[in-house]
């Protein structure tokens, strides 16, 4: 009962529990309990980062995605669907070719995750956030600015857009 | 030396360049051009005799004239140096000094003939463009440089024939003249590109040297020169491109005088001097000369029998008189053909001016319609005849040494058909010189003085130039002051008072003395000119050659003599006394009559090969660039958008289509990858 | 043993998943919460790459560049969504409907 | 003096001592793995009896402060100085029938009491109540609550969806228009102490203020964090989803007996737990005032109280500073509440952060 | 060193902009600006001009600074005897066409702005030693091209536009090709044009590579069978438009062939120049009668323009020094030449508001200027020596005969078609009796019009006269350019 295996454990319970999340998030009737599946997802994509070592990362999917994008998507669910009929979130014609393409998808990104090798053995330095902070503001200041300009452009246009004329 | 020669072709382009850039009055333009030209034809005096000194020296010192060159370059590309320069020898010599006299003589005579015309200042430019033009080609040292000048002289005979642009004919016949000779320079051009292909060089004496040190000869020199000959072809006028020259009458007279008689067209007869030692290298095209001189000889003569225009009488005889000089040179006498284009020179220049004359003082240039002006105009009426008799080759005027020394020569090269031709070319040049002459100015006036009808919104302005009638817009009669019609020229007041309007035949009078006396002096050399080239005291041709000339030939002078005086014998009998009807003449050979007034269809046939022929192929390829290779064009556009409206059923609109679309293609295309890639 | 392969295999399921659901579905709020799962599935990747991946010299941070990279997709996504959530508000507002059938603009 | 330590060291870390103990005990006839889970049980067991002991005294509490504001005496019949008056709340809500309404979305009416409870509880992961008594000594400690507390936001919105009321569903996103909008300045708030401490680690936030509380260098910031931390609490003067008046009681308005108390243990959870994130950042977490001013002048002065002793103390003052606002405030409107989070907070935040950051380069540069 | 290369090619981008940024209404301040902008590029030209050293063959004033080092990419400029030339020319066009368009009322802001964006690409074009650069200012110069003629030109603008827009981009996509081509199959995997000369390549490779970028280059000469945008695009553009598109657009594709194709491949250009000579033939004599039969001024014009560069193909096929500096030298003769007869038929037209030929007729009395330029440019453009036309055409001949005799024979035959349809042009439109209605017509007047078409005609007799002012430049570089050290080692 070492430290790996309490690292299977998680991984497969998070795994698993992370398919099913998605497969609801596509699958269940109601659009809303798809949003929810999502939260679901997005916690346990946290739980992921935390065993991948990136506590950050985990804080900061927690925050944004299920503090800020799944409350967008609750409430433009909340705003634009008042129904509460158990079909608002149907397939469209083309879902069985969705679905071959998607298989195909799987399949081609399968084959090819086979067929190589893979390193191991990495190792997340103990300090990582600070130095996820030095690169941020480091060699990737560029990006981050840009980022920053994004959400700025993003914000604004979001608000231009929704705004009822 | 040099500067001199640099001095006589550069004055002239001075004169060109004050004039179009300062603008002077009218009349001190041709002052200029006068002064400038005046200027040359001291220095070419100066050169000329300049030459005789050095060539008697070295003649003394049993030597070859060494020739004075001076060279400038002028631009290099590639690996070849392009120069220009001015070169003289006595050839050069001798035509500087026929080309100044001449353009001299037509400059003067032209400020009386030109007065008045609103162009009378472009008139001069052209004149001084067209001088300086014609003593490059004279002084080029090399093909290049000939080539130049050449092109040069033929656009200012382009602008001189089409100097009265607002007559379709003068538009007409400047366009044909310039197209024609171009014809022509095109084989010229690729005669020179063949030789600098073989010899990396378009130097005349450099050229002489190949052939001497026998780099250059055989088929490829025979060919390089024949072409170079259609050069002269083109601009000397001879078959089968002669026909531009009668077209040019359309210009003024004086140029008709001075370029299509005297110098320009004598050109082509310069070319094939300048380039003479290599000619003589290759003897097919010598005789290519010979026999296209001969033959266009004879057969210009035989349309200058039935011309009724005074002006193309004199142009199928220049024609013909070339066809003389290309015979003589295309038997091997460079003397020969040097000497008959020195006397026709003058000759010509002064039938040209004399019947400038007639048509400046009877405003009328159809022989038909003249008549009886030897009455009013007496010293026209002379020196026309002094003209025409040296042209008919009456001893002993000059025409008939020169042209004898060319039949002599012919005789020497034992081609009796060339000979013949010869022959029956004096004979028939008396007989129309003859008819010409007692046409115009013997029995009585037989056409009117009406002014040929005009477009409407432009009056007629009371000018002595029948041919040119000045037109200027209703409303501002001066135009842009272009040469202000009331600005008369010197000496042209003269006379002038009552020449329209009167009776047939009374208004006609003697043209003033600005244009009389370089008739008279003309008529002096016309006579005598022949006796520097006596047979046996031939001093021209020594000149030329350092040495001297065969010896005459009786038999030779004899038949020719005889067939002149049988000309105009035949002539005066048909015209003067009226022994034998013109009617009847004209009866009995109507076919040939016919076909020489259709001058041979020649004129149609080539009319017919460019208005038909080639527009009509123009017209194909357009047609065919239009439908064909446009079309090709726009049918692909047209597939491209058909194929782009097929495929406009697959935007449905509906994004999960397209992205469905796009992850089908990736999932294909990352297959396909692995597949390929066998990994 | 957990190895990188194991989040890549993850990472392709739940991008299948929500590429099925992006190219199936007929709610367009339905349709970005699938790409969100795709977003998603892309990060475990980096962050799994981030976790596993040698160091390689003269690189102080890393593979950490795969977190970096992360959270870069992650603020481009927030970003979108607003954007994406805003528009389907204006698209509702003009259409009462989020059906993404019913938004054909681009039909020639 | 040893023994005096020994005492002084158990009592400061009793718990930590009690948890050691008990493991090597059950190590002994247990297999690892089942030592481990043991251990979780327990020490789950242990922080929900004190989770709702801690709530239930803050519920008293909160009734007999605010009913002496307003000049009254508040529940004093259970027990003595009614003390027993939560068990008899609580006994009272878990004999209620749970109803769900007929239209409403029964699983996300159910999840949703759940969705609100567990964040509330797992924030408590990251508070330190002493150097060695936090349950998890995360590296960005402060993140995961925030991260954490963004949670309850999507529990807001099922419980409000999930009734199939209007009231409800207005209620709930009401609170979390609210709720997120002043998680922002929230944010920035914390991101200056963070700064300062040069760690986003409680404990590491906590012995960067040995020195000097932090409250001292960044008031602007507490105040902030207080106030949005007020706001996100849901409570007066920034209770808007339930007033009464408007949406008869917001998003738990169907809600009833144990569901009901669920919502009110989570509020107040929450409530204690930024009491106590905001001492952990701005008074010195667990650290004595008095060791600290005697650090001052040189004195060693004794802490007088083991660390979550003082902890608790400074957690309860200002705890009682809400009671205090709640009764003092009236509440604020819709408008006056957005405009305070972007035009007042958020703009002191940022003023803060940029002198803050100013400040340091300026104490760096001087420093070295 | 002062950046004097960029500085031509930016400032009149800069003008642009400035004049993007003055107010619509303020028209004199526009024209000002453009006046301003482009005379200065033309004074900094100037400058390069006669700071140029003659006797070097390499590459001047070169400006070089990293752009995409993974890729080999720089920003790579550099003046040598092939590109000086064309500066200056399109400095000097770009300018007067300026002038020429002082009276556009339609839009003068769009209009000169768009023309210094123009400006800035064909200089870039000309100044590039990167071929990337170099590609991408190619395209740079459509946009404000396709932009000028669709909106300010005749009645079939758009069509002319996109056609003309289209069809370059055709090419320069096959371009693209094969540049990347030569990137990737190249010895040295490089976008530096001067380093592209030295890289092996494999011959089938490089075969295909050239007729790719041929193609490219073929479009925008024009050469036939790719001519037929240009008739088009001439008729419906602009007059300064026309000018700066005969006069300077045309030269990049014989600029490119002589960069690319005879710079890069020399060895390919040789196993093939019987068939390009043969190309070049046929737009010699095609051009030339098409535009015999042409109804419209400015095709006919257009047309010409496809015969004349046909001389450029055939001394580019010939591919010795002479034929390639022949070619060069007659791209710059044919700029100043065409640029002038265009804005000659503008002129016309702007008095007649026709351009039919068959409409016109006797306009000489009443145009005595613009008829005397007119013949002055007819004969320039048929090659009258003593013009600059007669340069280039003679110097392609000359080169062009050694090796390619049978082929220049058949092309001096377009000097005549040339001197038949260029005289008949000008007797049917100036000579023959005076057309009443033209009556009220007046001669070039307004010093905008003066400016440009005597400045342009001095410029043909000056280098008519004194060439070597031109050749001593293209002497430098030029006949240099096919003997790359592969050709060499190829025979």
């Known amino acids: 009962m070492n430290a790996d295996s309490y690292v299977a454990i998680a991984f497969w319970i998070l795994a698993i529990g992370m398919v099913l999340a998605a497969y609801a998030v596509v699958a269940l009737p109601r659009i809303i309990h798809s949003a929810l599946a999502l939260v679901l997802f997005f916690f346990q994509i946290a739980g992921l980062y935390v065993l991948l070592r990136a506590e950050f990362i985990a804080a900061v999917q927690v925050i944004i995605y299920v503090g800020a994008v799944t409350v967008l998507f609750l409430f433009a669910i909340m705003l634009t669907n008042r129904s509460y009929a158990p079909d608002s979130n149907p397939a469209n014609r083309q879902w069985i070719a969705a679905g071959v393409v998607s298989l195909g998808l799987l399949g081609t990104l399968l084959a090819t995750l086979g067929r190589q090798t893979w390193p191991t053995g990495g190792q997340v330095p103990a300090n990582a956030t600070v130095l996820l902070g030095q690169l941020m503001l480091g060699p990737f200041i560029l990006p981050f600015e840009i980022a920053a300009i994004l959400l700025l452009v993003a914000m604004v246009g979001a608000i231009v857009i929704a705004r009822e004329s | 030396m040099p500067s001199t020669l640099w001095l006589i072709l550069l004055l002239p382009v001075v004169s060109l360049a004050l004039i179009t850039l300062l603008r002077p009055a009218p009349r001190w333009s041709g002052r200029l051009t006068i002064l400038a030209i005046g200027g040359s034809f001291v220095f070419s005096v100066v050169a000329f005799f300049e030459m005789l000194t050095r060539q008697q020296a070295a003649v003394a010192a049993h030597q070859e004239v060494e020739p004075v060159v001076s060279m400038v370059p002028w631009f290099q590309l590639g690996k070849t140096s392009f120069e220009v320069g001015v070169l003289a020898d006595p050839l050069a010599a001798i035509m500087l000094l026929v080309v100044t006299t001449v353009s001299l003589l037509v400059q003067v005579y032209s400020q009386g003939y030109m007065a008045g015309d609103p162009g009378y200042r472009r008139y001069f430019a052209f004149m001084s463009l067209f001088t300086f033009s014609m003593l490059g080609l004279v002084l080029a040292p090399n093909f290049l440089q000939m080539f130049i000048f050449w092109e040069l002289v033929g656009v200012s005979s382009y602008l001189l024939i089409g100097f009265w642009y607002h007559k379709p004919e003068a538009a007409y016949a400047a366009k044909k003249a310039f197209i024609t000779t171009r014809l022509g320079d095109l084989g010229f051009l690729v005669g020179i590109l063949m030789l600098y292909a073989y010899t990396g060089t378009f130097d005349f004496h450099q050229l002489q040297a190949a052939v001497k040190v026998g780099a250059l000869g055989g088929a490829v020199l025979s060919t390089a020169m024949v072409l170079v000959f259609m050069g002269a072809v083109g601009k000397s006028a001879q078959f089968p491109l002669h026909v531009w020259l009668p077209d040019a009458m359309e210009g003024p007279t004086p140029v008709s005088a001075l370029i299509h008689a005297a110098t320009m067209v004598a050109a082509g007869v310069y070319l094939v001097a300048r380039a003479f030692p290599l000619f003589q290298a290759a003897p097919t095209a010598l005789m290519v000369v010979a026999v296209v001189g001969g033959f266009t000889a004879f057969f210009a003569a035989t349309m200058g029998l039935v011309m009724s225009d005074i002006k193309r009488v004199l142009a199928y005889s220049t024609v013909s008189q070339l066809g003389y000089m290309m015979l003589g040179l295309g038997v091997g006498a460079l003397s020969a053909g040097m000497f008959h284009l020195f006397t026709h020179a003058f000759f010509k220049a002064l039938l040209f001016l004399a019947a400038g004359s007639v048509i400046h003082g009877a405003m009328e240039q159809d022989l038909f319609k003249l008549g009886g002006l030897r009455r009013h105009m007496p010293w026209t009426a002379l020196t026309f005849a002094i003209g025409g008799l040296s042209l008919a080759g009456v001893p002993p005027l000059a025409g008939f040494w020169s042209k004898d020394e060319v039949l002599t020569a012919v005789y020497h090269s034992g081609n009796g058909l060339l000979l013949a031709l010869g022959l029956l070319t004096a004979f028939m040049t008396a007989f129309y010189i003859t008819r010409a002459w007692l046409l115009a100015f013997a029995g009585e006036w037989r056409g009117a003085a009406a002014a040929p009808p005009l477009p409407p919104g432009y009056a007629l302005t009371p000018r002595p130039s029948p041919t040119g009638y000045a037109l200027t817009p209703g409303p501002t009669p001066t135009g842009r002051g272009v040469g202000g019609e009331g600005v008369p020229a010197a000496g042209s007041e003269a006379g002038h008072g009552g020449s329209h309007g009167g009776s047939p035949g009374a208004h006609a009078h003697e043209s003033p003395a600005v244009m009389v006396v370089p008739l008279l002096i003309l008529a002096v050399p016309s006579v005598v000119a022949g006796f520097l080239g006596l047979p046996g005291a031939n001093w021209f041709g020594s000149f030329l050659h350092g040495e001297e000339e065969s010896a005459a030939e009786g038999i030779v002078i004899a038949s020719s003599v005889v067939l002149a005086g049988l000309g105009i014998l035949l002539g005066y009998l048909t015209y003067g006394a009226r022994a034998i009807s013109a009617e009847g003449l004209t009866a009995a050979f109507r076919p040939i009559h016919a076909l020489l007034v259709n001058k041979y269809g020649l004129d149609d046939l080539y009319g017919w090969l460019v208005n038909r022929l080639y527009v009509g192929i123009s017209l194909a390829l357009a047609w065919f660039d239009q439908r064909i290779v446009d079309g090709l064009v726009n049918l692909v556009a047209w597939l491209a958008a058909q194929v782009g409206r097929g495929v406009t059923r697959t935007a449905t609109g509906q994004l999960p289509n397209y992205a469905l679309a796009v992850f089908a293609g990736v999932v294909v295309i990352a297959n396909v990858v692995a597949v390929v890639a066998g990994r | 043993m957990i190895t990188l392969q194991h989040f890549l295999v993850l990472s392709a399921v739940i991008f299948s998943i929500g590429l099925y659901g992006a190219l199936a579905k007929r709610n367009v709020v339905a349709v970005l919460m699938c790409i969100e799962l795709m977003f998603n599935a892309v990060n475990i990747t980096l962050v799994a790459f981030a976790r596993y991946l040698p160091a390689t010299a003269g690189n102080p941070y890393g593979p950490l560049t795969g977190q970096v990279f992360a959270l870069f997709i992650i603020a481009v996504a927030a970003a979108e969504a607003a954007v994406a959530l805003a528009i389907i508000l204006a698209v509702y507002r003009t259409r009462r409907s989020v059906n993404v059938e019913d938004v054909n603009l681009l039909q020639s | 003096m040893d023994a005096l330590n020994a005492v002084s060291n158990f009592i400061s870390n009793v718990l930590p001592i009690l948890r050691d103990l008990l493991a090597g005990l059950l190590n002994n006839f247990l297999p690892g793995w089942l030592t481990e889970i043991v251990m979780s049980i327990v020490s789950i067991s242990v922080f929900l009896a004190f989770a709702t002991i801690v709530v239930m005294s803050l519920t008293l509490v909160e009734r007999r402060v605010i009913a002496f504001m307003q000049n009254r005496l508040g529940p004093n019949r259970v027990g003595p100085q009614g003390v027993l008056q939560p068990v008899a709340d609580v006994i009272k809500l878990f004999a209620k029938e749970d109803i769900i309404p007929a239209n409403a979305d029964p699983w996300v009416y159910r999840l949703a009491t759940t969705v609100m409870v567990i964040p509330a509880l797992l924030i408590y992961a990251v508070i330190p109540w002493s150097q060695n008594m936090v349950i998890a000594n995360l590296s960005i400690g402060i993140l995961y609550f925030v991260a954490i507390s963004s949670v309850s936001v999507v529990g807001l919105l099922m419980a409000g969806w999930g009734s199939n009321n209007k009231f409800a569903l207005l209620g709930a996103m009401r609170a979390a228009a609210q709720v997120i909008s002043y998680e922002i300045p929230l944010v920035f708030s914390i991101i200056g102490v963070a700064m300062l401490a040069g760690s986003l680690s409680t404990v590491d936030i906590v012995n960067a203020q040995r020195v000097l509380w932090f409250i001292v260098l960044q008031p602007v910031a507490f105040f902030v964090f207080f106030t949005a931390a007020t706001a996100e609490l849901n409570r007066t003067p920034f209770d808007l989803m339930e007033a009464e008046s408007e949406i008869v009681a917001g998003y738990h308005v169907e809600y009833s007996g144990v569901r009901f108390a669920l919502f009110f243990l989570a509020e107040y959870l929450n409530g204690f737990a930024v009491a106590a994130l905001a001492t952990t950042m701005f008074f010195g977490g667990w650290l004595s005032p008095v060791e600290t001013i005697g650090n001052w002048f040189g004195w060693n002065l004794p802490p007088l109280l083991p660390p979550y002793a003082w902890f608790f103390l400074k957690t309860y003052l200002l705890f009682f500073i809400l009671y205090w606002l709640r009764g003092t405030l009236p509440r604020v409107r819709i408008d006056q509440l957005m405009g305070l989070a972007w035009k007042v907070l958020l703009p002191l935040a940022l003023a803060n952060l940029a002198l803050t950051s100013i400040g340091l380069y300026l104490y760096r540069v001087i420093t070295t | ?491």
Do not use: C
């Open chain 5, 1 to 491: 060193m002062f950046p004097l290369l960029s500085a031509i090619i930016f400032l009149p981008v800069l003008g642009a902009v400035l004049i993007a940024l003055t107010p619509r209404a303020r028209v004199t301040l526009i024209r000002a600006l453009a006046f301003v902008f482009s005379g200065a590029a033309l004074a900094l030209a100037l400058a390069l001009f006669a700071g140029f050293s003659r006797n070097v063959a390499t590459p001047q004033y070169v400006e070089r600074a990293a752009w995409i080092p993974q890729l080999g990419i720089s920003y790579f400029l550099g003046v040598d005897g092939l590109s000086l030339p064309f500066i200056v020319l399109t400095a000097m066009l770009t300018f007067l066409a300026v002038i020429a368009s002082w009276h556009i009322e339609l839009r003068p802001k769009e209009y000169f702005a768009l023309m210094l964006v123009l400006e800035t690409g064909v200089l870039g074009v000309f100044s590039s030693l990167d071929f990337l650069l170099f590609f991408l200012f190619w395209e740079v110069e459509l946009i404000p091209m396709y932009l000028l003629i669709g909106t300010w030109g005749g009645p079939r603008r758009e069509y002319a536009a996109i056609k003309f827009v289209i069809y370059t981009l055709a090419g320069s996509a096959l371009m693209l090709v094969g540049i990347l081509t030569l990137y990737f199959f190249g010895s040295a995997h490089t976008f530096d044009m001067l380093a592209l000369r030295q890289q092996g390549i494999d011959p089938v490779v490089a075969t295909f590579a050239f007729f790719l970028v041929f193609f490219g280059f073929a479009v925008k000469l024009p050469s036939f069978p790719f001519h037929t945008w240009l008739p088009d695009a001439h008729v419906e553009a602009p007059t300064a438009v026309s000018v700066l598109l005969a006069g300077v657009l045309l030269k990049m594709g014989g600029y490119g062939m002589l960069r690319v194709n005879v710079g890069m491949m020399p060895d390919v250009l040789a196993a093939n120049a019987p068939f390009i000579g043969a190309l070049a033939v046929v737009s010699i004599l095609y051009g030339a009668a098409v535009s015999t039969v042409q109804h419209d001024l400015k095709s006919l014009v257009a047309y010409s323009s496809v015969s004349h560069m046909g001389y450029v193909l055939l001394g580019i096929a010939a591919l010795t020094p002479g034929s390639l500096g022949g070619a060069a030298v007659q791209m710059f003769t044919h700029g100043l030449i065409t640029g002038l007869l265009f804005l000659l038929v503008g002129v016309v037209y702007e008095r007649t508001h026709t351009r039919i030929i068959a409409s016109m007729g006797g306009l000489a009395p009443r145009m005595p200027l613009i008829a005397t330029i007119f013949v002055i440019a007819g004969l320039a453009s048929l090659g009258l020596p003593a013009t600059a036309g007669f340069i280039g055409e003679f110097a392609v001949f000359v080169g062009a005969y050694p090796s390619l005799p049978w082929l220049t024979i058949v092309a001096i035959f377009g000097v005549v078609a040339t001197a038949g349809y260029i005289l008949w042009m000008l007797q049917r439109v100036f000579f023959g009796p005076p057309n009443p209605r033209w009556a009220a017509l007046t001669d070039a007047n307004r010093w905008f019009e003066v400016a440009p078409l005597v400045t342009l005609a001095a410029l043909v007799l000056v280098v008519g006269i004194v060439p070597s002012l031109l050749t001593d430049i293209i002497q430098a570089s030029v006949p240099g350019l096919a003997s790359s050290p592969l050709l060499t080692a190829a025979r």
